[in-house]
Nanobody, 117 residues
Framework: VQLVESGGGLVQPGGSLRLSCAAS????????MSWFRQAPGKERELVAR????????NYADSVKGRFTISRDNAKNTVYLQMNSLKPEDTAAYYC???????????WGQGTQVTVSS
């Protein structure tokens, strides 16, 4: 099983980034996919989650209206479009896969997002 995140980097406040997570080794279309983040000295927190079909999503209050999670089951990839980025969005971002809405079976290695002028 592999989850490989990409798309992180340094961006100015107000800017945008799109993260991708490419999955392999399991039946991607049967799994709930999530994005988490962890800032230095803080606990890992859920950013967004999407159901196996993509019909259902939910977001942390701190990112609602700015971030959008989506998936392409044909490409075994989940995305996180991040707009209007703020310095407090700076963190390592991880994708995760679970067989149920609140479960987590697999983790990626993470990609760093830094929002700074």
């Amino acid at each position: 099983v592999q989850l490989v995140e990409s798309g992180g980097g340094l961006v100015q406040p107000g800017g945008s980034l799109r993260l991708s997570c490419a999955a392999s080794g399991f039946t991607f279309s049967s799994y709930v996919m999530s994005w988490f983040r962890q800032a230095p000295g803080k606990e890992r927190e859920l950013v967004a989650r999407i159901s196996d079909t993509g019909v259902m999503t939910n977001y942390a209050d701190s990112v609602k209206g700015r971030f959008t999670i989506s998936r392409d089951n044909a490409k075994n990839t989940v995305y996180l479009q991040m707009n209007s980025l703020k310095p407090e969005d700076t963190a390592a971002y991880y994708c995760g896969a679970g067989v149920a809405w609140r479960s987590l079976n697999y983790w990626g290695q993470g990609t760093q997002v830094t929002v700074s002028s």
